[in-house]
């Protein structure tokens, strides 16, 4: 399988193009965009209370709920393809995923702000599996300590991007708003919870 090792410091991060084929890619997108239980939530950012910029839903197999942001998520149960998928992924990474966050990006407008997966329950050094499906689009890297540092790449439809190690510790990421007229996006970000 293509992969490909970010050149970036203190973080290992490996892309896979066509982790999907475009037949296996659009099957997915087209029965998790139906099926998943989306929701949005409210979030609050300096002190301001609006509703999150994507649709969410949360998955896992135990009970534990997830927070982030001051949103506390309860799962449901893994559904039938996000099982499937996330079996591939682990074939792959070695790695035994308990949750899933799912995002829902509906248009150009909808995003995702600065932030690392570092939160207490994902561990030390967490593993974070991000598949996407769908309108491509673009995913920004910056050091923690340096924001003139940045990697700027491009997730494609049935990608898989794989972040380990020390990157959370050093680097935020982000799906920024953009205002091209551009379809949806879904992302499954497959996690560890201790």
Same mark, same amino acid.
């Given at each position: 399988?293509v992969?490909?090792?970010?050149?970036?410091?203190?973080?290992?991060?490996?892309?896979?193009?066509h982790?999907?084929n475009q037949?296996?890619?659009?099957?997915?997108?087209?029965?998790?965009?139906?099926?998943?239980?989306w929701? *949005?939530?409210?979030?609050?950012?300096?002190?301001?209370?609006?509703?999150?910029p994507?649709?969410?839903?949360?998955?896992?197999?135990?009970?534990?709920?997830?927070?982030y942001?001051?949103?506390?998520?309860?799962?449901?149960?893994?559904t039938?393809?996000?099982?499937?998928?996330?079996?591939?992924?682990?074939?792959?990474t070695?790695?035994?995923?308990t949750?899933?966050?799912?995002?829902?990006?509906?248009?150009?407008?909808?995003?995702?702000? #600065?932030?690392a997966?570092?939160?207490?329950?994902?561990?030390?050094?967490?593993?974070?599996a991000s598949?996407?499906f769908?309108?491509?689009?673009?995913?920004?890297?910056?050091?923690?300590a340096?924001?003139?540092i940045?990697?700027?790449?491009?997730l494609?439809?049935?990608?898989?991007?794989?972040m380990?190690?020390?990157?959370?510790?050093? #680097?935020?990421h982000?799906?920024?708003?953009? *205002?091209k007229?551009?379809?949806?996006?879904?992302?499954?970000?497959y996690?560890?919870?201790?």
């Amino acid at each position: 399988m293509v992969s490909e090792k970010l050149k970036m410091d203190s973080a290992e991060v490996i892309y896979y193009p066509h982790f999907f084929n475009q037949q296996e890619a659009d099957f997915y997108f087209n029965m998790l965009q139906k099926k998943l239980p989306w929701q *949005q939530d409210e979030i609050t950012v300096f002190g301001k209370t609006h509703l999150q910029p994507r649709l969410t839903a949360f998955f896992a197999s135990k009970k534990s709920s997830y927070t982030y942001s001051n949103i506390t998520m309860k799962p449901h149960p893994f559904t039938e393809e996000l099982s499937a998928i996330k079996n591939e992924i682990e074939l792959v990474t070695e790695q035994n995923f308990t949750s899933c966050l799912a995002n829902l990006y509906r248009k150009g407008k909808d995003s995702n702000g #600065w932030h690392a997966d570092d939160e207490k329950e994902l561990g030390k050094n967490p593993v974070i599996a991000s598949v996407s499906f769908g309108t491509e689009r673009v995913f920004k890297f910056r050091k923690k300590a340096d924001h003139k540092i940045q990697h700027k790449m491009i997730l494609e439809h049935g990608s898989l991007l794989l972040m380990r190690g020390e990157t959370q510790h050093f #680097w935020q990421h982000q799906i920024p708003k953009t *205002q091209k007229n551009i379809g949806a996006r879904i992302n499954l970000t497959y996690r560890k919870i201790i």
